[in-house]
């Protein structure tokens, strides 16, 4: 079963490597991000390692000298977890965790552990549960000497904190059991969706924490869970949302992220379910992060997979009170001026403005620019319902100005 519990930051070091596929630029960022990820865990990161390597080491990831600079440190600070920003091997884990003598885990992990945290339904915990059986399986003989220990925190929540002596084959049948009370699951909740009627649905998609609960709330009047946390929230809400007199399902969505382990698949399956059966997307973008333009890639390439790439979408770029534009001085020779150097003006003129006329740039904390969200948000609404009920166009007339009510 997946355990709740207090978090206690415990002390935590990063590992990455700059390879030919990977800069020391991408390096970074997807180290920050990893960071995040730590700090929404439980953990306070006191240390990044990187390492050039062309490949990674077969047996410990990174080379032999760089495993004794990171022990060295995970001594002399009292480290208690390593995080690894790439999935690692059963074998490398192993090796790694006889070098370090600590807690070894790597993003994978990481992310299964904060879905521990934040499940809350019965759904969710059950989809999490799953995937942690699932990535865990391999990986038995190396964990169950942890749990022996009984050593919690981060990465040690979830199946097995109990059930010590458990075997290979006690954890296939649980796997089998889980698959089989997720098909019940996803049976009765596909009866739910059938019979929320005809209502036009929207969803909103983005990577984790650009804000789509807090736009939810400010739009829908509803109390979803909002945190400045990556994975904030789990479990799909849907609400009944009414603009002008033209009412629609609006569906908040757990957020995307790069690198997703391929565990998590099942877990993301019923947002990928909402997002599959929406008639309207709307694509939040945290236009104040500096790579958000590689979030709205990463988000439209598994739109892509799950074949809802070609959906009706509204591009929201999200956050516009906390975007600062990177300074630059006309004269200066030597930085060529780029993207990160635009103002929101100049952005609005780039072509995700353009792009079928759709994007808007609002503020759903400060909930500047709402007015004219709901504006775009009813159009789109108004012309799926037309289109389904053409006999209903008098009662939705253009634009929220000429409503009555």
């Not at 992220?257 to 599959?276: A, G, H, W, Y």
Request: proline residues 3%; aromatic residues 8%.
């Amino acid at each position: 079963m997946i355990e709740k519990q207090q978090l206690e930051y415990e002390n935590t070091v990063l590992v990455g490597v700059i390879t030919a596929a990977q800069d020391a630029a991408k390096s970074k960022e997807y180290l920050d991000e990893l960071a995040f990820l730590a700090y929404t865990a439980g953990g306070h990161v006191l240390h990044r390692f990187t390492q050039n390597m062309s490949l990674p080491n077969p047996k410990t990831f990174i080379g032999t000298g760089k495993i004794e600079e990171v022990a060295a440190y995970v001594e002399q600070h009292e480290v208690t977890t390593v995080i690894f920003d790439d999935e690692l091997t059963p074998a490398q884990q192993g090796n790694i965790e006889k070098a370090l003598r600590c807690k070894i885990l790597d993003r994978t992990g990481l992310i299964l552990d904060i879905f521990a945290q934040r499940a809350q339904t019965s759904y969710a915990r059950t989809q999490v549960e799953l995937a942690q059986y699932e990535y865990l399986l391999p990986r038995l003989k190396g964990l169950w000497t942890h749990l022996e220990r009984q050593r919690g925190g981060i990465g040690m929540r979830g199946p097995g904190e109990t059930e010590i002596e458990t075997d290979r084959r006690i954890v296939r049948d649980k796997i089998a059991l889980l698959k089989k009370k997720l098909k019940l699951i996803d049976k009765q909740m596909s009866t739910q969706r059938g019979n929320r009627g005809a209502l036009v649905r929207v969803a909103l998609v983005g990577y984790t924490n650009v804000g789509k609960s807090t736009l939810m709330n400010a739009i829908a009047k509803s109390e979803v869970f909002a945190e400045n946390k990556l994975f904030a929230t789990l479990d799909t809400t849907v609400r009944k949302v009414v603009i002008g007199n033209l009412p629609f399902l609006l569906s908040d969505t757990v957020g995307f992220i790069r690198k997703l382990p391929t565990q998590l698949v099942e877990s993301f399956k019923s947002t990928l379910d909402e997002v599959q059966e929406a008639d309207l997307l709307l694509h939040v973008a945290d236009i104040s992060h500096p790579n958000f333009e590689e979030h709205i890639d990463s988000v439209n390439q598994i739109l892509s997979e799950i074949n809802a790439k070609e959906k009706p979408t509204l591009m929201v770029f999200n956050k516009i009170d906390a975007y600062q534009p990177e300074p630059w001085d006309d004269d200066e020779l030597v930085l060529e001026r780029n993207s990160s150097h635009y103002t929101l003006a100049e952005w609005k003129e780039t072509w995700m403005s353009k792009s079928n006329g759709n994007a808007l740039f609002i503020s759903a904390l400060s909930k500047k620019n709402l007015n004219d969200f709901r504006e775009k948000v009813y159009e789109a609404v108004r012309e799926i319902h037309i289109t389904r009920f053409p006999y209903n166009d008098f009662l939705y007339p253009e634009g929220l100005d000429k409503q009555t009510s």
